[in-house]
Nanobody
Framework: EVQLQASGGGLVQPGGSLRLSCAAS????????IGWFRQAPGEEREGVSC????????YYADSVKGRFTISRDNAKNTVYLQMNSLKPEDTAVYYC???????????????????WGQGTQVTVSS
């Protein structure tokens, strides 16, 4: 059974940090690129970051570049998203997903991903 579980969200003040984790099972983890998306109420799902199957290629949306860092530990079947200098506009449910193919030149749209985690809530508020 293919499973992706996003965790690590919570409530944080502006300027604070969180690290999200995406734990995977049920497939050959290091064959797939992984993407992070987020969706705020009333908004479309937005691509945040992605990482290639090997971890050698990464991409960040302009809105998070310089603040977020994606990484993966293939031995643990886990992808991380370190989020620093958080802003209220970062508030959303964050989802991880497996990309069709191994590359990460851009996040692309949700249609380019096949398996999704349930998501974890990130709230940035004072």
């Amino acid at each position: 059974e293919v499973q992706l579980q996003a965790s690590g969200g919570g409530l944080v003040q502006p300027g604070g940090s969180l690290r999200l984790s995406c734990a995977a099972s049920g497939f050959t983890f290091d064959d797939y690129g992984i993407g992070w998306f987020r969706q705020a109420p009333g908004e479309e799902r937005e691509g945040v970051s992605c990482i290639s199957s090997s971890g050698g290629g990464t991409y960040y949306a302009d809105s998070v570049k310089g603040r977020f860092t994606i990484s993966r530990d293939n031995a643990k079947n886990t992808v991380y998203l370190q989020m620093n200098s958080l802003k209220p506009e970062d508030t959303a449910v964050y989802y991880c997903a497996t990309r069709i193919g191994s590359f990460c030149r851009r996040v692309g749209g949700p249609y380019e991903y096949v398996y999704w985690g349930q998501g974890t809530q990130v709230t940035v508020s004072s």
